[in-house]
């Protein structure tokens, strides 16, 4: 997940399906339906094929940044497992940005009351789109500053520093649910502080790693820079250093070296993954399951976002296996590059865009590997109803909460919502989720497996009800207002 405008967009409504649409509202399901819907519950609980997919794409590939040899590797695997499910597969060509990540090194190596000979490592990752410092590293004196408010009084003073940005995450607000709130307002020093400190002349950036549980784990993320602006090196750094910069800053003057050696290569060749269940009726017209293939480099993207990608391809194959073959076509997309560019949403709808009438509903699951409580929507009201009869199929499971957005969600589905296709996502309790968000600890040990079997449950009877509706679901309004 980047930037996730889908955890921190507003809301229209949070509520249930019971209050949000009432009985008088919702038109009933036909019982043909309802058993089907609880057909695909039940075998999605029993079915493991999901979660061997995300084992095999942690455990045998592992880490699958933009424009590198494990993402191709993906790429094929994911096909070949679609292939063999008995959809029918696609490559769809995607150019990726292909940054690779160097040496990262940060020491303290001056600071009031240091004894003679002692250095402190502070650890640190940089951060995905970061420029270099000189192969020998920078130097410097470091600022420290708690907001931008902070850094536009003091901006004359971070000319020619490293400047670090520390901005604490909000665990309360993760622990009550609210963790893309936490994630939206601690991670704004990442994407966007190291341009503005480009901007005013800063020698390197530094921004206080955005996430939960302090184990002194760097948490990495791609940073935003101005378009004709310059790039300067950027890092992550513990929360763990982080306060113990300030500490010592608050006492006298504080020098750091930092060595970061990332590259930039040119722009990389690799691809989409679509695997289609073709309709019976109208078999143009589709409804997107999909997470993002792609993650960051240092662990293995198990919850950010192989469950997603990996649930999503689950869903799609269930249906497969049980013989359905609803009115329209659903296919599973694994895109690729969500995580520093989403260039894979955006090549897909430059391929559709002029066919959008085709493109039925969209569904993007990328918040990680927790249990389902229920669906985010940005979806018109009078499309309500239309899903209503998924809160008895989903009542088994507790995934019952509907929360109404009025912005597109999901970073790869937004293009499409932004030109009037509805969308969904999971709802999922996020409470951990940034405690390895972008960090080395990001593997398969922290997923679990009947989490997956849930999220396969919700997102193949959501994706079942979508593209077996009678009449069309009501379109967005067209340029609804996104963050990205």
Partial sequence: MIASRALVLPLVAAI??????????????????????????????????????????TDKIGPRLSGSPQAEAAVA????????????????????????????????????????GITQKVQLTALGGSAATPAKGLTLPVLVVHSFAELDARAAEAKGKIVLISVPF?????????????????????????????????????????????FRIPHTGATVWDENGSKIPAAAVTAEDALLIERLNAQGPVTMKLTLTPQTLPDADSHNVLGDLVGSEKPDEVVIVS???????????????????ASAMGAVRLLKSLGLQ?????????????????????????????????????????????????????????????????QKVLGPIGATA?????????????????AGVPGFEPLLDTRSYFNYHHTPAD?????????????VALLASLAYLLADLPEPLPRLPVNAKDDD
Avoid at 329 to 348: L, P
Avoid at 353 to 381: C, M, V, W, Y
Wanted: hydrophobic share 40%; charged share 25%; aromatic share 6%.
């Fill in 16 to 57: 249930t399906f019971a209050v949000g649409v009432s009985s008088a509202q919702a038109e009933p399901a036909q019982p043909d339906t309802s058993a089907t819907l609880a057909r695909i519950r039940d075998a999605a609980l029993k079915d493991d094929w999901a979660f061997q997919r995300l084992a095999d794409l």
């Fill in 443 to 455: 593997t398969l040990d922290k997923v679990d497996p009947e989490n997956i079997r849930r999220q």
């Fill in 326 to 390: 609803p009115r329209r076509t659903i296919r599973a997309v694994a895109w690729m590059n969500e995580e520093n560019g989403t260039r894979g949403g955006k090549a897909y709808f430059e391929a559709n865009k002029n066919t959008l009438s085709n493109q039925f509903a969209a569904i993007e699951s990328d918040s990680g590997a927790g249990r389902p409580l229920g669906l985010l929507a940005h979806i018109t009201k009078d499309s309500m109803p239309l899903v209503a009869p998924l």
């Fill in 402 to 418: 509907f929360e109404l957005r009025d912005n597109p969600i999901g970073a790869d589905i937004s293009p499409l919502q932004r």
């Fill in 77 to 116: 695997q994911v096909a070949a497992a679609l292939n063999v499910a008995g959809l029918k597969v696609t490559l769809q060509p995607v150019k990726v940005p292909h940054w690779v990540r160097g040496e990262e090194r940060g020491e303290l190596v001056e600071y009031a009351g240091r004894p003679a």
């Fill in 170 to 214: 909000n665990q309360l607000l993760a622990d009550n649910g609210r963790s893309g709130e936490a994630y939206g307002q601690a991670g704004e020093p990442r994407f966007r502080g190291p341009a503005a400190l480009a901007k005013v002349g800063a020698a390197a950036a530094l921004v206080r790693s955005v996430g939960g549980a302090d």
């Fill in 291 to 309: 997470g993002h293939l792609d993650s960051w480099d240092l662990a293995t993207g198990a919850i950010d976002d192989g469950a997603g990608v």
